[in-house]
């Protein structure tokens, strides 16, 4: 009798992830909120994990070029600067998904079409201007990122093609973001699939060289990954105005229509803020690694991050869940449904980055061997991804938090704990321990876990307030 009722749970349990990999569509306002979590956080999962393997596949390839510990530095450094590009399409796609999911909760799909389409005006105009300012100054970025004279020569044309292609990066968030708004996340996730298998083909061959194709080395890189991320654009692109989901897009919603642009920049701006804050405070830590522990102390650095990004992008894609199912309820007018949807979906992040933890700790020195075969690029590699886990799980906290508050329209929220935790805690904290009491990259590393946890928990008390329960948008 019991094996019958295991057998009949692990049936349902694998209809269930089956069902979310699929895309089935389901009413997010009703029904079992844990069917909910998981129809959205299993995809919502398997994109970020997509998204991280761009990274880790560069990584992975330059690794093992003749000047590895250069090359790697040079995707980490570029991956931090890239990290404002990528703050700019998070809060584009946040202010995105919050107006679609609103818009869907209401049951007033054209509405949500046309907020999606306003979303995809702005960010084009946004993202001609970095893309054209990245290029020119590609040199000049390296430099000011603490990479040596050698070091920035050698990746200029690196950056220059990172730079030059962010428009896929702007495009590939944004969108997944509209289908995230719509409850459609197994769209979003079939794109990133699309992207990374272009990159993991694509990467030896320009790196490398393939026939007529010669070997671009580490530009090599950065021109598959632009390829594959616009693949992955033309394949969201299709399906986006194929017209047979619930977002469907016409004419009349390419009109500029400054109402909903200005609730869009509205929302994003202060979503965009929240993460340049901590883009700034990253890129600022890099540079104090870089500083103080040289190149190789700055390319150890660099790949831990690339491993914690790889493992951390999940728990933000299951937290992402928040964001929708907040949005549909609260347009559903159902604030109860959304709160219990955002502990639920915080309760699954805790258990998985729990795991996280326990592996990476264990597990570093063998992650970390895959990526280089430089002595002491490892070792600084190790230490840091080991210090860096003990906040895992109040990443995990902080996470769904932050999503819950975006999913709201709540932006300001999130930019405000995110000013005081990266700018007021984890800069100074980083500071001070790595140049006054000269601990060097280790300060570095400790300020990390340490300013994450303080933020985890002060996003938690303001959550349980329930203020943004009351947002319009």
Same mark, same amino acid.
């Given at each position: ?80 600067? *890239?990290?404002? $590009?990528?703050?700019?399409?998070? /809060?584009?796609?946040? +202010? =995105?998904? @919050?107006?679609?999911?609103?818009? &869907? #909760? ?65 495009? *590939?968030?944004? $969108?997944?973001?509209?289908?995230? /708004?719509?409850?459609? +996340? =197994?769209? @979003?996730?079939?794109?990133?699939? &699309? #992207? ?68 869009? $920049? ?208």
């Amino acid at each position: 009798m019991s094996e019958t009722i295991v057998a009949s749970k692990s049936g349902s349990w694998f209809r269930l992830i089956r069902q979310a990999i699929r895309g089935e569509e389901m009413d997010y306002t009703t029904g079992s909120i844990r069917r909910a979590v998981i129809m959205l956080a299993i995809p919502m999962m398997l994109e970020m994990v997509m998204e991280s393997v761009f990274a880790v596949v560069d990584l992975y390839f330059v690794g093992h070029l003749e000047n590895s510990s250069q090359a790697v530095q040079v995707v980490g450094l570029t991956e931090s600067v *890239l990290t404002i $590009i990528y703050s700019l399409a998070i /809060g584009m796609s946040m +202010a =995105a998904t @919050a107006l679609v999911a609103r818009r &869907v #909760g209401e049951k007033n799909y054209d509405e949500a079409a046309h907020a999606g389409v306003q979303a995809l005006i702005v960010a084009l105009a946004i993202t001609l201007v970095m893309s054209v300012t990245g290029f020119i100054f590609a040199k000049n970025i390296l430099l000011l990122m603490g990479a040596s004279e050698a070091t920035a020569s050698a990746g200029t044309n690196f950056v220059r093609t990172m730079m030059g292609g962010s428009i896929v990066i702007m495009l *590939l968030f944004l $969108i997944n973001g509209i289908f995230r /708004g719509a409850g459609n +996340a =197994a769209m @979003a996730m079939k794109s990133l699939w &699309v #992207g990374n298998i272009c990159n993991i083909i694509l990467c030896p061959i320009f790196i490398y060289g393939l026939g007529p194709i010669p070997a671009f080395g580490l530009t090599g890189a950065a021109i598959a990954t632009t390829i594959g991320r616009g693949i992955g654009v033309i394949y969201q692109v299709y399906h986006l105005f194929k017209g047979n989901s619930t977002i469907q897009i016409h004419l009349h919603n390419w009109f500029i229509d400054l109402p909903v642009i200005r609730s869009i $920049i509205k929302i994003a701006t202060p979503a965009i803020l929240q993460f340049i804050i901590g883009s700034c405070s990253w890129i600022f830590l890099a540079n104090l690694v870089a500083t103080t522990g040289g190149d190789h102390g700055s390319a150890g650095y660099q790949t831990a991050l690339r491993l914690m990004m790889f493992f951390i992008l999940p728990a933000w894609g299951m937290s992402n869940a928040a964001a929708t199912l907040v949005g549909q309820n609260l347009g559903a007018e159902n604030p109860n449904r959304a709160s219990l949807s955002v502990m639920k979906t915080m309760k699954y992040n805790v258990i998985f980055m729990a795991f996280i933890t326990l592996f990476t700790f264990t597990m570093g020195e063998w992650l970390v061997g895959f990526f280089t075969n430089d002595v002491q690029v490892k070792e600084i590699a190790v230490t840091a991804i080991r210090i860096i886990s003990l906040g895992y799980i109040f990443y995990g906290v902080g996470m769904v938090m932050m999503n819950a508050f975006n999913g709201a329209g709540d932006t300001w929220t999130p930019t405000w704990i995110n000013l005081i935790g990266f700018w007021m805690l984890q800069i100074p904290l980083g500071y001070l321990l790595a140049k006054v009491f000269e601990l060097g990259p280790l300060g570095v590393f400790i300020a990390v876990p340490v300013s994450e946890t303080c933020m985890s928990i002060a996003s938690f008390i303001i959550f349980r307030r329930g203020k943004w329960k009351l947002k319009k948008v």
